[in-house]
């Protein structure tokens, strides 16, 4: 079956890195992504990775994919005030159908 | 020059009324689709439409239904709404890119049923 699951909140400091875990079940995923959803938006896709690549590196942005646990996470490097928003990891399955987690808040701190 | 645009951004209605929300994407995308998000920011699909053809119908009562008159529309109507059915909903198109299926969001319709 097919169950995304995160972590519901994540504080941290200006400055510090972030990083939001997800975990997924459904083992035939080809692609994975990440997106940000700021207060009163839409969800703003912010990179994907490959199911056969254990790593992707897009400026402060870092998928890190364990597929033999099925645990993705999102590392943001140098985390700033605009970064505060709900992020949300989908697995892509059959029929070009994406699964979402429940959404990670992150509030960073001044 | 908005890529997925939803109309209206806010809906305020009664129970037992019909409305409908539309969407339009000028990505050239062969695919879209409607999510509803609830209060808790929990987001599930509810339709995918290919090329004006239904692919993906979820466990939706039949009181939504989708109406795709081309590849660049795709509107959602409702009737006899409920209290329940207050939420956000997202239109989203996407188009196989290099094998990649990147789903791009409308900014959303909120949805208030009183």
Redesign the interface.
């Known amino acids: 079956g097919e169950d995304v699951e995160q972590s519901l909140f994540l504080s941290v400091r200006e400055g510090d890195s972030s990083v939001i875990n997800c975990t997924y079940t459904d083992s035939s995923s080809t ?1 994975l ?1 990440w ?1 940000k ?1 700021e207060p009163g ?5 912010l990179t ?1 990775i ?1 199911s056969n690549m254990d790593m992707k590196q897009d400026q402060r942005l870092t998928v890190l994919l364990n597929k033999k646990d099925k645990h993705l996470s999102l590392r943001i490097a140098d985390t700033q005030t605009g970064d505060s928003a ?1 992020y ?1 990891c989908a697995e ?1 399955a059959a ?6 987690g ?2 990670t808040r992150v509030l960073v701190k001044p | 020059d908005t890529a997925v645009s939803q109309t209206p951004k806010y809906l305020v209605t009664q129970m037992g009324n019909d409305k409908s929300i539309k969407c339009e994407q000028n990505l050239g995308h062969d695919t879209m689709y409607w999510y509803k998000q609830d209060s808790k920011k929990f987001l599930k699909i509810m339709f995918s439409y290919n090329n004006k053809e239904l692919i993906i119908n979820e466990t939706v009562p039949n009181r939504f239904s989708p109406k795709s008159p081309d590849k660049a529309h795709l509107n959602l109507h409702i009737n006899s709404l409920e209290l329940g059915d207050s939420a956000v909903y997202f239109c989203a198109s996407s188009q196989k890119t290099g094998g990649t299926y990147e789903q791009y969001f409308g900014p959303g319709t909120r949805l208030t049923v009183t």
């Open positions: 692609y992504y997106y959803q938006a839409g969800l703003q896709l994907y490959f709900i949300f892509k029929g070009n159908k994406l699964t979402f429940g959404g």
